[in-house]
């Protein structure tokens, strides 16, 4: 399951939890980007940042884990190279790519599109507010679309009410709250000090 994870929430645990269940998966790889190049216009934390709430947010779980593959590559993340080495580093795997429906309906605009489909089972999952219709050209036999339990979280809310100082308890695991706190991420811009008089 790829993501930006600005932060990681429980849609995307319940998602990922769901397509584990219902196709049998042996294994849930949560793969934080590096330079998302979808993102270009907001500036997104740290690669490793993100990396660590990931790992926090997961660590419970024995079949969750969490890939470094994208934050140590250098240069904006392709969902193409990412496959590409899962691919080559096992070699033998049911590769499936987990991915909201509304990634999945940008999927032309992804680089290499057509190779990607030949190296993995793409599941798009549903959220509030985005249209499950199937596109008209995703190939049936590699695209599945799935309904998750509806959760209208996303992280660009939860980074807002960080800004706000609005709760964000019960959106994401509390591992993640506290390390959302602790480092600061999300707050808003410190004020400047006043001039002394
Ligand atoms: P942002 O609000 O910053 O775009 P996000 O909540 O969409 O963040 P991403 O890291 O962009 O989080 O999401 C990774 C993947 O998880 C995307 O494919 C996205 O569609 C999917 N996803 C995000 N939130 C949910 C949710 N509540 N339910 C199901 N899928 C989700
Ligand atoms: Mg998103």
Redo the contacts with the bound molecule.
Sequence with gaps: ??????P?????L??ASEVAALFDLDEVVFVP?GRPWQ?ADREVSAAEDRYLMTFLATAENPQFTVSRIDIERSGPTYTIDTLRHLRRTHPDAELFF???????AQIFTWRDHTELFGLAHFVG????G?DLRRHASLPDESVSLLE?P????????I?QRVARAAPIWYLTPDGVVRYIAKRGLYGPRPVAPSVPE
């Design positions: 399951m790829g993501g930006t994870f600005d990681v929430h429980n849609g995307h319940v998602a980007s993102k987990i991915t909201g429906a509304d990634a999945l999952v549903t959220r509030p985005y998750v509806a959760l209208a979280i996303s992280s660009s809310d980074r």
